[in-house]
């Protein structure tokens, strides 16, 4: 993954711009090539700026762009991502397929076909789900173009007059807010991106967390309850000397694709029992994959266990946290923005937030960690004061 400058510094007086306040003439500097205008023709005196900076070595260039389709869905055109989905399904259909004909059909025992094959397509079902919601969900795009001119002046300079610093991404050219990275894949950037998992063909951010992990756990917990029913399927045709399972296939055709049934019900079943927990102790901890990597940490001091997961799975606690077939709902809080003291999660209004919305309606939604990190150099630097020569310019 790709992973630029993020941050974005706004500030709660962004709201006083929507309201028709004027603001001075300021100048817009882009560091990464030298290049000014101003809000106004005439000749201003060096005043505030909003300082653009687009990451040293990062051009713009033509790639692949997700976008969501007429019918709403999120596709990611990656032929990886696409020969794993394939891959995921087969197992998934093997799976069903021995599960029926090999161990359900031929047991002796009616509870045993009952219960088994309800609790079998309970989990089943719901883990088709929620990968079906995680693969087509639009993971928390910035939406594209979103740093042009008359946007990037319509966020004015700080009330105390200080440069506004702004992080553009020039592949999108968009505004980068905080914890927001660029996925080369997806060629998006991407809200609080946990990482690009070619097992969905989508990354994991802001909108599709939940559904992430939702299949990750359901996934773990069929994989376990399908090695359960190969083993007492086993354990019946050992000890009736196969008489009790004459139903089914010969004995040496189903102890082959039961091993291999049991196989990959393991391996699948410990790998996504690991991605959930680092999923959901990245959730309780406040930090994505992509942070962890890099060494950031923050915090998220004064919030329950519970409210840290509501964040995710939507408010208040309820049984649709473990649906798929339900979006998170968090609660709405459009005009006020995290403080210092807070958890530095994002804004629960953001979730509903269309990432098709104007930059100018998206500053009066946000609301980002305001909160540096733990690392000392974390924030970005002021920019230099002018010179007679104009702004200085960064390369």
Aim: charged share 20%; glycine share 6%.
């Amino acid at each position: 993954m790709e992973d630029k400058s993020t941050l974005l510094d706004l500030d709660p007086d962004a709201s006083a711009i929507q309201q028709g306040q004027q603001s001075p003439a300021v100048q817009l500097v882009h560091e990464n090539d030298c290049s000014t205008t101003t809000s106004s023709d005439l000749q201003q005196p060096v005043g505030p700026r909003i300082v653009v900076r687009t990451a040293a070595g990062w051009t713009a260039r033509p790639g692949r762009q997700t976008r969501v389709d007429a019918a709403g869905r999120w596709i990611v055109r990656d032929g990886l991502g696409l020969v794993c989905l394939c891959l995921a399904w087969l197992v998934m259909l093997y799976a069903e397929l021995i599960t029926l004909c090999v161990i359900l059909a031929p047991a002796p025992s009616a509870t045993f076909r009952l219960l088994g094959g309800i609790c079998f397509h309970i989990l089943m079902g719901l883990a088709l789900t929620a990968h079906l919601r995680a693969v087509f969900s639009d993971p928390g795009a910035v939406p594209l173009g979103s740093a042009n001119h008359e946007n990037l002046l319509r966020l004015g300079p700080l009330p105390d007059g200080r440069d506004r610093v702004v992080y553009r991404c020039a592949r999108c050219d968009c505004v980068k807010p905080d914890r927001t990275h660029h996925c080369s894949v997806c060629g998006r950037c991407i809200r609080r991106m946990d990482h690009h998992c070619p097992w969905i063909n989508n990354c994991v951010g802001l909108r599709n967390q939940k559904f992430f992990v939702l299949f990750t756990a359901y996934i773990s917990l069929v994989s376990w309850f399908t090695v359960y029913l190969c083993l007492h399927y086993f354990a019946i045709c050992l000890r009736s000397e196969w008489d009790a399972c004459s139903g089914g296939p010969s004995p040496a055709m189903s102890t082959m694709l039961l091993l291999i049934l049991i196989v990959l019900s393991l391996l699948f079943g410990i790998f996504t029992a690991v991605m959930a927990g680092s999923q959901i102790s990245a959730i309780l901890t406040n930090t994505t994959g992509i942070e962890r990597i890099k060494g950031e940490q923050r915090t998220a001091q004064g919030l329950s266990c519970s409210d840290r997961l509501a964040r995710v799975f939507g408010q208040p606690a309820s049984w649709r946290w473990l649906s798929p077939l339900h979006r998170p709902h968090l609660r709405a809080e459009d005009d006020e923005l995290l403080s210092p003291a807070n958890d530095g999660f994002e804004k629960p209004s953001l979730d509903s937030v269309s990432p098709d919305l104007p930059v100018s309606r998206l500053t009066s939604l946000v609301a980002l960690d305001q909160f540096a990190l733990a690392k000392p150099d974390s924030s970005p630097p002021p920019p230099p004061p002018p010179t007679d020569f104009g702004p200085t310019c960064r390369r």
